[in-house]
């Protein structure tokens, strides 16, 4: 008689039409949360986006909405302790509940160091600072607007309790704003030494010079555009140690020490395209530097500089060309220095004496207003025509390129003489226009010129000058008034 074969068992079975379930049901909720995930953080058209997450999990997401959702408590809680890769550098997210330093619920961003890009318009791609801490939190607006507040701490060096105090803590305050957020900032003041070996540490002056005065700060940044408008406020500056009383009898290796006559058309020249302001400011132009800030920003290069010549002769006696922060800051350090021990009358002789116009045809430096003249007109300073002080002025500016264009042509860049004739101040204003008006006329013709008649544009005033080519001299004689 057969044995009967057992039944079997059916929970199995039953567990594996569970887990399908189960994982039916996860894959669905995770779809849906996948969905709502890219609904949620969906850019708008033109929003300021990145990407989160990897392979086929990548995830195109608004960075201000990815913000507003980092903030709220029940994820920031759970960002406590993570460490993310930025371009500033690895970044510590921490969480703070409501405190007497943050009366809301806050999201800490430490990095140790942190590398902070820059605007173009200050020389430099990025700042690399020891520390930095921001802190997020929530806020709203009179209109209901999504807004962030917080504090920005820098110089920071742990966020260990026993950790070294900042160097600054600034109050800041984003609302959403375009494809981003405008952020404002509010320094107060604090001490100017503060800000330089928070900027700039290993400037040799901080151990050298007495450095006093403070500076406040207001900022407004549009993110992510990285535009940036600073209204700093400086107060009671003033720097001591730095020796430049000692230039007050300097002996320059330009050649023999010729005074320039302060009141002649060469120093109104040279005041007119380099520092307008000269007599007005403390040996910096913040309205001037301000200025170029914007304009740089706008062209994203280094369109134009704001130094003073105060500014100048710093960089020629002590600290070079190199286009960094840094630079600009010991520049400053010895231009306010100066303005104290050498006086304006001084500051300006030197740079006159100093100043470079080009090179020689051997390659050696041309230095000094009076070698300049003599080198390029054959004549001493103190002989120059308003025509030939107005050209050496408009060389400053690219000296070797515009000694280069002047051997070459006979002119220097006639934009840059029409502007400079008409800024000019304290000469006969008849004389100032007629020079801006026949330098337009050259200006018109100049195109039309064979290259080999480019000299007869100086009017006779290049030493190469040729005597041919009349018809040019005649085109210019109708078209502007006689110089006095």
């Known amino acids: 008689m057969p044995t009967a074969t057992p039944p079997r068992p059916r929970w199995p079975r039953r567990l594996a039409r569970f887990v399908a379930a189960v994982l039916l049901v996860l894959t669905v909720a995770a779809g849906a949360l996948w969905a709502v995930l890219r609904i949620a953080l969906m850019p708008a058209a033109g929003e300021w986006a990145t990407e989160i997450g990897r392979g086929p999990f990548t995830l195109r997401a608004g960075v201000p909405q990815l913000v507003w959702l980092a903030t709220t408590p029940w994820i920031g809680e759970r960002l406590h302790g993570v ?3 930025t371009r500033a550098g690895p970044v510590t997210l921490g969480w703070e509940p409501s405190s007497t330093r943050s009366p809301a619920p806050a999201l800490v961003l430490h990095c140790e160091p942190c590398t ?5 318009g200050l020389g430099q791609a990025a700042l690399t600072l020891p520390a930095a801490q921001l802190t997020l939190a929530r806020a709203l607006t009179g209109q209901n607007d999504q807004a962030l507040d917080g504090l920005l701490m820098l110089g920071a060096h742990a966020l260990a309790p026993d950790s070294a105090p900042p160097l600054l803590i600034t109050h800041w305050r984003a609302r959403r704003a375009g494809a981003g957020w405008a952020v404002q900032l509010q320094a107060a003041e604090h001490p100017l030494r503060d800000w330089l070996a928070l900027l700039a540490p290993q400037l040799p002056e901080l151990a050298r010079a007495r450095i006093d005065g403070t500076l406040a700060l207001s900022a407004d940044l549009q993110l992510p555009e990285r535009t940036l408008q600073l209204s700093p406020r400086l107060t009671g ?4 140690g730095l020796g430049t ?3 007050a009898n300097l002996r320059s290796s330009c050649g023999p020490r010729v005074a320039v006559d302060a009141r002649g058309w060469l120093t109104r020249a040279v005041l007119a395209a380099e520092d307008q302001r000269f007599y007005e400011h403390p040996g910096y132009d913040m309205e001037e530097l301000l200025a170029t800030l914007h304009t740089n920003q706008q062209r994203g290069a280094i369109a134009r500089g704001g130094s003073t010549i105060t500014q100048q002769l710093a960089k020629l006696m002590v600290t070079g060309g190199e286009r960094t922060l840094a630079r600009k800051l010991r520049e400053w350090l010895y231009a306010v220095e100066m303005e104290q021990t050498l006086g304006k009358a001084r500051i300006l002789q030197l740079y006159l004496q100093l100043a470079p116009w080009g090179q020689t045809a051997e390659g050696h430096l ?6 300049a003249a003599r080198h390029h ?8 025509t308003p025509r030939q002080a107005i050209t050496l002025a408009a060389m400053l500016r690219n000296p070797l390129r515009e000694a280069e264009r002047w051997a070459a042509e006979g002119s220097v860049d006639r934009d840059r003489l029409v502007w400079i004739a008409d800024q000019i101040r304290g000469v006969p204003v008849r004389q100032r226009r007629a020079l801006a008006a026949r330098w337009r006329a050259e200006r018109e013709v100049a195109g039309a010129l064979p290259v080999d008649a480019a000299a007869q544009l100086a009017g006779g005033e290049h030493p190469h000058a040729m005597q041919a080519n009349q018809p040019v001299a005649a085109q210019l004689t109708q078209a502007a008034p006689r110089i006095p």
Do not use: H, T
């Not at 902070?116 to 173009?120: G, K, T």
């Not at 041309?366 to 070698?371: F, L, R, T, Y």
């Open 366 to 371: 041309v230095c000094g207003a009076d070698a």
């Open 377 to 384: 007109f054959k004549v001493p300073a103190r002989r120059l």
């Open 83 to 85: 460490r993310i890769a």
């Open 245 to 247: 009383e000692a230039w």
């Open 116 to 120: 902070v890009p820059l605007p173009a």
């Open 237 to 240: 500056v003033a720097v001591q």
